[in-house]
């Protein structure tokens, strides 16, 4: 993969053979006369920054010393592993030269979407030839010891990585995993009506399902309200050791498949510089006169067809201007070149002798004066406001916190708990819409074409679905200027969402709990810019990424098992606990309550599990304020003869909508029918309070922890997921040993919720045999309530297999709260 | 999204409003005279088919009783929950329909593939027109008790998925989560020359980033060896409640997008059934005869050009055929005929009329004779040879176990442990080369662009990677018939893999770790097929999907954050025991034994982890192959005073080359510093061994677990991945409390590898402080080399920073075998 960057590159090495046959160094360039529309000095200039920062990038890879060759290079000057790839740098620079030409001659606001994978030598050269690291870094200032910093920092210990990174001036997309770029560019064009983003796709990344399917993110972007995206298709032709299938289908059909995904793309192929440069400069004059075309018909004469975007299609040498033989074998050009060509210039003195005439070929004399500052025909080249430090690539320098409605007033009524039902996310969706209308700038909410589904539909009332093309005669509630973005595809919805974050606004993705899976990989990856960029003094916080996951895996029993996942809470909890927050609200007010905070908070990822099915309210928005806020509760109203500085017989524990209704029912049950046993209720919200302090911000204390879960009286834990997480999570506490998780294991079938419940044994049945079996001493006290559990497990799952439905006494059970005040 | 479908169908509900207004009953359509190659009697017989399945889907979704109307429609005759998709199924249908003609008129060896989602009915009711039940299923026979469990059966507690499912005679893809169908749909043509699939691919699915890329697997498939593939994009224009992208951008430009994909497409457009039918037929037979001269060219002239595939647009109405209107919405050709067109039937009345009025309007009978038996029109369609019995679908019946070499005479020799190095993926190279060659039809490597990365290119030796694009001039390796798979899409890897593997072939998975990830829900999918598919009795047992992930946590240090993700274990371990299988071999020996393992075993995920740089040779070929048939062992000669009968103060375990290669660079400091101490060392290859043997077919039991690591002593447990993994697979083994695991938490930066496994406490130097702070007693004797150690560790430290690499001393560290004897 091109993100692959072998230790000692040796992939590199496996790729030039043998080390038999010759090697041959670059020749400098004529900067020869090709017609076009740069004038002779405007060639001169772009080209100058182009040699400027391939020799930046060249000795990032290579030199921790001797950053200007004033001395011969010597073995000790290099470093002893060379990472980085080379291959996609020449482009990268190209297309960052020819952008800061557009910027400064039309005054853009402009980022730069790195696509390649370790490319990163290209964007942290131009980076420093405009100065940004002197702001940022002050230890890497624009001189000779600023450059050997950012040498020796590259891919070295403690430095920085080889692909765009948090460390990386001007660059909001990580490089790691490939796939994200164009979603990333969208994400931060739209509601940035003046914004152009300049995004590379390398044409190994165009092979990626998620890179595929985010073409069409153009169907989502509006030329009045939103900026522009030039996605620039860097065809260099080949993978680690691979051509591209982009190089190898013909060129007309790489433009149809281009114009088919909507864009009008133009060409700038070559290999000699100078018509290559008047290629470029002529496509991005054309691209953005054709922008700023479609953006002023839009914007004044209120145009609303999607009009059909320029792109760039950047033919080009892979490893453009490295060493076109080495060891006999071709490099440029070619997969050789895509790490590192020479590698073993460390060892072997003819390769260090053709990559000192690498270095000085071109001719780094011109290009820095005696301090190795930049000279000033490329200083000069550094735009007012430089892509490296826009702020919208350090997205938390512009966030505006949004402006909230109060939940309270959303809250739903409870006088008596579980008396009441209503729909969790149909709730929210009302506050939510209210969010939306109050935040007509900053706020998106994104879903797999599930927003109704979710209940989320009230969001329709005070804003449209995002819609660019054509609309049908029964099409409803499409908008150009919609607020909720609607596409099938979960990784478009996470990227989309990740770039509008990533550029300082706020957002929610709702999506199917067993689905979300689908984006782990970017999940993984955002969770990491997140934890990285926190150490990296410059970066501000950004807003969190807030998933609603719904139609969960308890409600997915007539969709069947392949429906049913909650294992995307495991994944979560992998990441730094700094970053992630897990929330099981266990009703309508909780959701409100959590959710409220989740908007309101920066640099989390915040993942909600929520039904959308009609549940028992539990909670009075007072109540549920106060539950949220502790995040773990007693549920005092539900316990039974648990005084204040007792233990109970045993605690009744849950997490997530469905196993709180059960817990409540078998608390019922036992309250009924063993009204001496002492039992506590303890409701889990936020999951991460289950993990020692030491371990995560939100972990209670060890003291905290069995002041809750007692010392040592069995705990039957009904989860909403798989239950080996709460072991995960708890065994280190006190009483591990007696806790016992019911949750969900792989047996799905197609069946009713309950039914699905008691396949899994979480059922109120189960739960209090599970009661009967560990308290000790309550067997044969028990003898006869348990096989009425039996049985009543019996009679339930044979209703449901007759009638296609639950049992009316389980289904319409509510909560006896007239009970309590005589217990 | 597509695959949603709501309790009692209530978005359905939400989506045809409150109820009031009319609701209006399909009119009966005549069959007009149109134009076309089917003759009358070919057109009425297509057309009495599709009315069949349509009548058969329609009382899938709605009717427990009362299948051919004998009666009047009673409320009780319909379901309480009407589940499953409307929308899709007359699309579905039509192409089976017709695909069956041209099956019988040109004798194909077929298969279906329907990617849109819940469309379950439609492949149901053909299969049962086409007898298959009778055969798979004897208590659902064709007549009409069979069309009443089979109506019955549909989305009921105990019964079969709405979608298309391992239930599904004929099926070798799952419905559920969407994206997969086009690969599935390629994966089987591989290596099946006489196949041609004929694959439905949703326009809503079609949005999703898998699809999308996965329109260029036609770049893999060559049409001398490998069978064809009929992409059918069913452009019904919705999703649950939004149009869909292609239906909204213009016709030209879906037809540029799908050309440029490589394919040339044929558009089936309309409304109206006659013309439809002929033009579909018109469609199918263009398509057929251009496969057949492509694969006449290549197999006759020896052609290799890329051919472009033909394909079709089938642009018809969704839930074509339904009722107009209901309650006063537009229903038939919109969003609304989505899901249940009538979502009320069993309680509204004039729901119900309409419900049974739609019934009647397919005229049943016409379809059905008195027993309930389609007619001889309908049966004397039915193939000699129909999709929905073909064994390709049903892969197990057609595996062939591969043919392999002795892995014994790839394995490296060993005299002592430790004194070697080898890249056990390079080994491994040498023995799936060997694989390959003896395979020629049945075998396939699949990477994204990682194969030489990974150290497997002595397969290349063998076979080229196949390519049927354009070659370019410094193009290595590339083969119209290669048997590797490269291309930068884990999706695409993944699917095509899957799509192979469930008609009966066999293959390797090979990637980074990190980026498996990428295809996390893919594999949840499948594992859920595998086990769902081993409770259906008429399928049988398909190769396991084997992963070979290199390139792994704790070789990423270079490479940083991005790449250091070893979590893919815990989402395989949160499947079915009965299907996942984890294994870390430790060195090349034992790598070549697990690899051989799992390419004999059928129906399992086979995730093995493994190194690719340099690492020691513990074990010699005998060594490996009994440490691996027991998946967990003492390893003796690295024990220190273990004395048989006796218990040690101390276990080191292990899984994982760098966690083994630690933990005994641990044991030989131990050995030399605390002579006095006992030390056991164990490792652990099959990490299913370390869970309860009721949890897992290779858990161990709790004695046999006692007795290798101790009832009460301390172990240190170096780990592979994430540390809490261990402790959720043991947490229930007797001593618990006394295992300290030491993994990979997220850390991550630019560094070396010895720094890496530092900054994660996992190093020598921290396992023998680990050591000593848990054996009791030791703390104060051992002061002295404790102090070594944090001294040891902060030179180490210090040297990366200075130098770029690790310490010669660590780097370069042997296990001290010649000490052994001496012990």
């Known amino acids: 993969m091109t993100r692959?960057?072998?230790?000692?590159?040796?992939?590199?090495?496996?790729?030039?053979?043998?080390?038999?046959?010759?090697?041959?160094?670059?020749?400098?360039?004529?900067?020869?006369d090709a017609p076009g529309p740069l004038s002779r000095d405007e060639l001169v200039a772009v080209d100058t920054w182009w040699r400027a920062s391939n020799y930046l990038a060249v000795g990032q890879i290579y030199l921790m010393r001797n950053p200007l060759l004033r001395e011969p290079l010597r073995p000790d000057d290099i470093k002893p592993r060379l990472l980085g790839h080379f291959g996609t740098v020449p482009g990268l620079n190209l297309v960052w030269a020819h952008a800061n030409r557009v910027i400064r001659q039309r005054g853009?606001?402009?980022?730069?979407?790195?696509?390649?994978?370790?490319?990163?030598?290209?964007?942290?050269?131009?980076?420093?030839?405009?100065?940004?690291?002197?702001?940022?870094?002050?230890?890497?200032?624009?001189?000779?010891?600023?450059?050997?910093?950012?040498?020796?920092?590259?891919?070295?210990?403690?430095?920085?990585?080889?692909?765009?990174?948090p460390e990386t001036p001007g660059s909001f997309h990580e490089g790691g995993e490939l796939g994200y770029s164009l979603l990333h560019a969208f994400g931060a064009a739209l509601d940035n009506p003046d914004l152009t983003v300049f995004c590379v796709i390398g044409d190994g990344e165009a092979e990626t399902g998620p890179l595929a399917g985010s073409w069409h993110a153009n169907k989502f972007l509006n030329a009045g309200r939103d900026g522009a995206v030039i996605p620039i298709l860097a065809l260099n032709e080949y993978k680690i050791a691979n051509p591209t299938i982009f190089a190898r289908?013909?060129?007309?059909?790489?433009?149809?498949?281009?114009?088919?995904?909507?864009?009008?793309?133009?060409?700038?192929?070559?290999?000699?510089?100078?018509?290559?440069?008047?290629?470029?400069?002529?496509?991005?004059?054309?691209?953005?006169?054709?922008?700023?075309?479609?953006?002023?018909?839009?914007?004044?004469?209120?145009?609303?067809?999607?009009?059909?975007?320029?792109?760039?299609?950047?033919?080009?040498?892979?490893?453009?201007?490295?060493p076109p033989v080495v060891d006999g074998e071709r490099v440029e050009g070619t997969f050789r070149a895509h790490q590192v060509p020479l590698p073993t210039a460390r060892t072997n003195p003819r390769h260090r002798?053709?990559?000192?005439?690498?270095?000085?070929?071109?001719?780094?004399?011109?290009?820095?004066?005696?301090?190795?500052?930049p000279v000033a025909l490329i200083r000069d080249q550094v735009p007012e406001h430089p892509m490296s430090l826009n702020p919208v690539a350090n997205g938390g320098l512009l966030v505006r916190d949004l402006d909230l409605p109060d939940w309270r007033d959303y809250g739903v009524p409870v006088d008596q708990p579980g008396t009441g039902q209503h729909e969790a996310t149909r709730v929210l969706g009302g506050w939510l819409r209210d969010v939306t209308a109050r935040n007509p700038h900053n706020f998106l909410t994104l879903a797999p074409d599930e927003l109704a589904s979710n209940r989320l539909q009230d969001i329709l009332e005070v804003t449209g679905r995002n819609w660019q093309g054509e609309?049908?005669?029964?099409?409803?509630?499409?908008?150009?200027?919609?607020?909720?973005?609607?596409?099938?595809?979960e990784h478009m919805c996470q990227g989309l969402l990740e770039g509008y974050l990533l550029t300082g606004r706020h957002g929610v993705f709702t999506c199917y709990e067993a689905f979300i899976h689908i984006v782990d990989a970017m999940f993984n990856q955002h969770a990491k810019w997140l934890d990285a960029s926190a150490q990296v003094s410059w970066r501000r916080k950004i807003p969190s990424l807030n998933y609603l996951l719904t139609s969960h895996v308890w409600r997915q029993d007539h969709n069947g098992f392949t429906h049913q996942d909650p294992g995307f809470l495991d994944v979560v909890v992998n990441k730094s606990p700094e970053i992630v927050r897990v929330y099981l609200p266990p009703d309508a007010?909780?959701?409100?309550?959590?959710?409220?905070?989740?908007?309101?908070?920066?640099?989390?990822?915040?993942?909600?599990?929520?039904?959308?099915?009609?549940?028992?309210?539990?909670?009075?928005?007072?109540?549920?304020?106060?539950?949220?806020?502790?995040?773990?509760?007693?549920?005092?109203?539900?316990?039974?003869?648990?005084?204040?500085?007792?233990?109970?017989?045993?605690?009744?524990?849950?997490?997530?909508?469905?196993?709180?209704?059960?817990?409540?029912?078998?608390?019922?049950?036992?309250?009924?029918?063993?009204?001496?046993?002492?039992?506590?209720?303890?409701?889990?919200?936020?999951?991460?309070?289950?993990?020692?302090a030491e371990e995560h911000p939100h972990g209670l204390s060890d003291p905290e922890f069995d002041s809750l879960f007692t010392r040592d009286r069995p705990v039957i834990f009904a989860f909403h997921g798989y239950p080996w997480l709460v072991h995960r999570l708890t065994y280190r506490r006190t009483n591990h040993a007696e806790l016992h998780v019911r949750g969900y294991k792989e047996k799905g079938t197609t069946t009713t919720p309950f039914d699905m419940v008691m396949l899994n044994d979480l059922d109120r049945f189960h739960l209090v045999m599970d009661v009967i079996d560990r308290v000790p001493g309550l067997g044969e006290r028990a003898a006869g309530l348990r096989q009425d559990m039996v049985e009543a497990r019996l009679r339930a799952r044979a209703w449901t297999r007759e009638h296609g439905a639950d049992m009316p006494v389980v289904a319409d059970w509510v909560w006896p709260s007239a009970a309590i005040p005589g217990d």
Chains 1, 2 share one sequence.
């Open 353 to 373: 002798e053709v990559l000192e005439q690498w270095l000085r070929s071109y001719r780094p004399e011109e290009l820095f004066d005696e301090h190795g500052t």
């Open 589 to 692: 007010n909780t959701l409100l309550s959590i959710y409220d905070h989740c908007l309101r908070s920066l640099h989390y990822a915040n993942v909600v599990v929520a039904g959308k099915q009609p549940g028992p309210d539990w909670l009075s928005v007072q109540e549920a304020a106060l539950h949220c806020a502790k995040g773990v509760g007693i549920w005092s109203w539900a316990c039974h003869n648990d005084e204040p500085g007792t233990t109970p017989d045993v605690v009744l524990a849950c997490a997530g909508d469905v196993p709180t209704l059960e817990t409540l029912a078998a608390t019922a049950i036992l309250r009924d029918r063993l009204p001496d046993l002492r039992v506590r209720v303890i409701n889990v919200v936020d999951l991460m309070r289950l993990l020692p």
């Open 108 to 165: 853009l606001n402009a980022v730069y979407v790195a696509g390649p994978g370790h490319g990163g030598p290209g964007p942290n050269a131009c980076a420093w030839l405009e100065d940004a690291y002197t702001l940022l870094t002050p230890d890497i200032p624009r001189d000779i010891d600023g450059m050997g910093r950012l040498f020796h920092q590259f891919s070295f210990p403690g430095g920085v990585p080889s692909h765009c990174a």
């Open 471 to 489: 609309v049908g005669p029964w099409d409803v509630a499409l908008s150009p200027t919609g607020r909720a973005v609607e596409v099938l595809s």
């Open 249 to 322: 289908i013909p060129e007309a059909e790489l433009v149809e498949l281009l114009r088919g995904y909507g864009y009008d793309p133009l060409i700038v192929s070559g290999d000699d510089p100078a018509p290559v440069h008047q290629a470029m400069a002529t496509a991005m004059d054309t691209c953005l006169d054709r922008i700023a075309e479609f953006q002023r018909a839009a914007r004044e004469d209120g145009d609303t067809a999607r009009p059909r975007w320029p792109m760039i299609i950047m033919h080009t040498p892979k490893g453009w201007t490295c």
């Open 4 to 32: 692959t960057s072998d230790i000692e590159g040796d992939t590199a090495a496996d790729n030039v053979g043998d080390g038999d046959g010759e090697t041959i160094a670059p020749t400098p360039y004529v900067l020869t």
